[in-house]
Structures are given as structure tokens and as C-alpha cells.
């Protein structure tokens, strides 16, 4: 059977919510259930066959490193931090059983594939991660913050020149229940375009 005419109960799609980095703990995904949270994100629609992004895993000891790498974004950042502020950051790296950093990383070999294309293309990979994971029954959520334009992050992973460091996606059991965050209705979001025109979905 040609996999357009197979229908999936997608209700689960739509109750997806973001779990804070606080309430995930142990245990993490399986190994086999990581690289099926890492497989989907090899799904993102990619024109051009560009692949514009990185995925990058951050192991125990590497989340380590990391926490103090981000300490010390804090620092050039913010040099009045708290101690507080940088107990958060340390808790950033250190919490999440799973850390992957994700990268944009445009290239100009094919003009007609914009930079946005290939940032959109890196933000599809980044849903389908989230979503395998709630899929999965994981809590999972994609942090960003001044850190990742902080130069010695930046090195840490590699990004060059015009590269993104888009954010950290962190994944774990989850061990509170995450606050549900308000989502747009289709009413505000959704606009018809006609043959007068654009309007909105009730006039
Ligand atoms: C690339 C990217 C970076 C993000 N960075 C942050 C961040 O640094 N801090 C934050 O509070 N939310 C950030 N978010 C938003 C959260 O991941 C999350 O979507 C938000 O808390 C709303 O929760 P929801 O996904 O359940 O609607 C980011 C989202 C994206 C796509």
C-alpha cells in the first residue's frame, strides 16, 4: 500500500508541550530510542538535498565541559551574575540525561536554496526530534538563550563563519508535570488566501 493512502491517529501531534529543563530527570531514552528521536529529525524536508544542520550529542563529560563553558558565557554576559544565575547554567548542561546541540549551517552551492530555507529546514529537524521524543513519552524542550552567541561556545561546536548554534535540545523522563503553555487558536493564526484576496478564516 503507497504510504499516502496509510492514516496515523495524529491526536497525540497536537497535545505536544515543552517540559523545562527542571522538571526532567532520569532515565533517559534507551539507546535505540535516541536514535530513533535522531532518525526523525534526519526527516526534515531538506531542498536542494542541502543537509544544513548539525546534530551534536553531548556525553556525561561533555555536558561537564559544557556547564562550565556556559558559566563562563554567563560571566562575559552578565559579570554581575549571581551565584544562583550560574548554578541555572551549570543545571542547563548537567540535568538533561540527553543534551544535543543543533546547528544551522547554510551553504551557498545551490542559490536557489535560501539561508531561510535551510533554517527552516533545521527547525523541521528540530520539531521531529521533539515530537519523536513525546512520541516516545519523554519530556523534551529547546533552549537557546545569549549563550549560544557566545564566541567560546560557538568554537566548542564548531560553528563558523555564518553557522547558527540554534539551541540545545534536552531530553528526559519527565518528573513534573510541565505547565501547559498557551497555544494560538487557528482563528488568530489562520488567514485564507482567495480570489479577492487575503483574510482572515471568519470573514
Ligand atoms: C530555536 C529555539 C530556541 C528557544 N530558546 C528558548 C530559550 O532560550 N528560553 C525559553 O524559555 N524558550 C526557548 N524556546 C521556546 C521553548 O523551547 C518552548 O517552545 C516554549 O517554552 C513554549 O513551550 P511549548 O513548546 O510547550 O509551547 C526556544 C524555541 C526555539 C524553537
Redesign the pocket.
Known amino acids: 500500500m503507497p504510504a499516502s493512502d496509510q492514516k496515523h491517529d495524529i491526536s497525540w501531534l497536537l497535545t505536544?508541550?515543552?517540559a523545562a529543563v527542571k522538571r526532567l530527570g532520569a532515565p533517559a531514552p534507551t539507546e535505540a530510542e535516541l536514535d530513533q528521536i535522531l532518525s526523525a529529525g534526519l526527516t526534515a524536508p531538506d531542498h536542494g538535498a542541502m543537509r544544513p544542520w548539525r546534530v551534536v550529542q553531548c556525553t556525561d563529560d561533555g555536558r561537564a565541559r559544557l556547564a562550565e563553558l556556559f558559566v563562563a558565557a554567563k560571566r562575559r554576559s552578565k559579570p554581575d551574575a549571581t551565584e544562583a544565575e550560574f548554578a541555572r547554567e551549570r543545571d542547563k548542561a548537567l540535568r538533561p540525561p540527553v543534551l544535543l546541540a543543533i546547528l544551522a549551517k547554510p551553504k551557498t552551492s545551490k542559490p536557489e536554496v535560501t539561508e531561510a530555507e535551510q533554517i527552516a529546514c533545521a527547525?523541521a529537524a528540530?520539531q521531529s526530534m521533539l515530537l519523536a521524543a513525546y512520541g516516545l513519552g519523554y519530556g523534551a524542550?529547546?533552549?537557546?538563550?545569549s549563550r549560544c552567541a557566545d564566541p567560546e561556545v560557538r568554537r566548542a561546536f564548531g560553528a563558523e563563519g555564518t553557522d547558527h548554534l540554534?539551541?540545545f535540545i534536552s531530553i528526559g523522563t519527565i518528573v513534573e508535570t510541565?505547565i501547559?503553555?498557551r497555544?494560538p487558536t487557528l482563528d488568530e493564526m489562520l488567514e485564507i488566501f482567495d480570489a479577492q484576496g487575503l483574510r482572515t478564516r471568519n470573514n
Open positions: 505536544r508541550r515543552s527547525g528540530m524542550i529547546i533552549l537557546s538563550g540554534l539551541g510541565p501547559p503553555s497555544r
